[in-house]
Every structure is written in C-alpha cells, then in structure tokens.
C-alpha cells in the first residue's frame, strides 16, 4: 500500500515493527503511519516513549505491557469497527519472536483488514554498533540467529544451541540473558574461547551500552552487569581481525554484466 500524503487512513490494524527502539530507525512508511494513526497500542515494556514522540496529540494511546492478547485483541477489533485506523506496536521486526502469527489468524477468522509494516531488527543495530560485516569472504558467510529455551517458548530439538554453534557461523542470539553461563557452555563446545562476543543491552534505547568480550567471558560479563533481559549477543568470526579478506563484488579482477572487462 502507497500512502497518499493527504488521504485518511483506511481504517485497518497496521502492524508495525518499531526496530530496536532508535526512533530514527523507523521506516518511512511506519513513521506516516504513526503520524496520521487514530489509535496506538504498544507494548510498553518493550517499546520506548520517544517512538510515539511523532503521534498526534489527539490520538488513543493504550499501553499492553500488562495485558494478555485476549485482552488486545477485542480492543483493537473494537477501534477498527468503529471506523478507526488501529497501529499495533512490536519491538523489532516482525518476522523475529514478534507473536504476530496468532494477531494476523484471528484478524483474518473476523475479516478485520490489517498490513504488516516491517522494521530493523536488535541484530543489524548491533553489528552496525560494532562497526562490522557479519559475513566476511573466505571466513563466515551465515547468519544464524535463535535463542534458548525460555519459560514462554521452547526451543526444537532440532536447533538446539550447541548443534548451531556447530557450524561456527555469525550467530545473534537472542532472549538468553538469563541463561547466559548454560549458553556460553553449548558454544564453546565449538567456538574457540578467544572468539569475540558483542554483549549489546538495550539497543537504542537511551542507557544502550555494548561490551565485546572473549566467548569465554560471556556469561562473566553478563552477570556482572546483571543483565537478565533485552540484550542480545552475537557471536561472529567476523569481530576479530581479519587480515586481507576482501570481497571479489569490487576487486578489478572481478568482471560482471555491468562491469565487463
């Protein structure tokens, strides 16, 4: 959907990934819409005042850090019936741990129109924090990104940490601060412990602060900073040095369609 700079909102539950929490990383299309929205429901816990520092004044704010999705889900129903344009707030991007699929299953079962509004996701704030490429030539050419089990979701057997590790690929992991020494043990069950960690807390936010340690010290720094929540770690070869590996994509050895020899 293109959206006119003067036609109304259709009224619709626009799903939006609000990224890590740095309104400047809001797409263009998530910023016109929260400028222009009747209703905002955000998940208050996750997402930072200043994302909301552009909605109108007049606009319905309703926070659901504290409510189930039975409790969102009638809500946001009831503002669409009424002829209102609904915005529902995620952290992140949407495709990641978003709890998006169940929302997008009921709004379809009532014939309630929304759109998904994609965002950044804590991993590429991150590894643009740090300063890198998460897939250097010759070295590291995955990204994988997952988490450990949690109280809420669990993980497959399938992709459990230590069979991840195994291909010693750039890996973010997510929602594991609380499991950060169990973590660190299933990773250097294949990393080496030289390997250097990106230990991001908040990404965006206000109090953000980054450490890069050695893998072997994740789990110390993580207890130390008392770290239990929104922090996510990525694990790369690609944060150590890395010599002479360049890219063929511009070396003038290197020919394509638009750049014969």
């Known amino acids: 959907m293109s959206l006119s700079p003067t036609e109304p909102l259709k009224p619709a539950v626009y799903i939006i990934g609000t990224g890590p929490g740095d309104p400047e990383l809001l797409t263009v299309k998530a910023h016109k819409i929260l400028t222009r929205v009747d209703v905002v429901l955000y998940a208050d816990s996750l997402v930072p005042q200043q994302i909301l520092q552009d909605v109108r004044p007049d606009a319905e704010r309703i926070p659901t850090g504290n409510k189930t999705l039975e409790e969102i889900i009638p809500l946001t129903l009831e503002r669409v019936r009424q ?51 998460l897939t250097v030539p010759e070295l590291v050419q995955t990204i994988i990104l997952t988490r450990t089990n949690g109280r809420a979701s669990k993980v497959p057997e399938a992709e459990e940490l230590a069979s991840l590790a195994a291909h010693k690929a750039s890996l973010c992991l997510y929602l594991s601060a609380r499991h950060a020494v169990e973590a660190q043990e299933r990773l250097l069950q294949h990393y080496p412990p030289e390997t250097l960690v990106g230990v991001c807390y908040r990404l965006g936010w206000s109090d953000e602060q980054i450490w890069v340690v050695p ?4 789990a110390a720094i993580t207890q130390e900073k008392e770290l239990i929540r929104t922090t996510l770690y990525v694990i790369s070869p690609g944060l150590g040095a890395l010599g002479d590996a360049r890219s063929r994509l511009y070396h003038p050895d290197h020919s394509h369609l638009f750049r014969p020899r």
């Open 83 to 133: 002829n209102k344009s609904v915005a529902r707030l995620h952290s992140g991007d949407l495709s990641l741990y978003s709890a998006v699929r169940e929302q997008i299953q009921i709004f379809v079962e009532e014939e309630i129109p929304f759109e998904l509004i994609p965002g950044i996701s804590a991993y590429q704030d991150a590894a643009a924090k740090l300063g890198v490429e």
């Open 215 to 218: 893998l072997e010290q994740m």
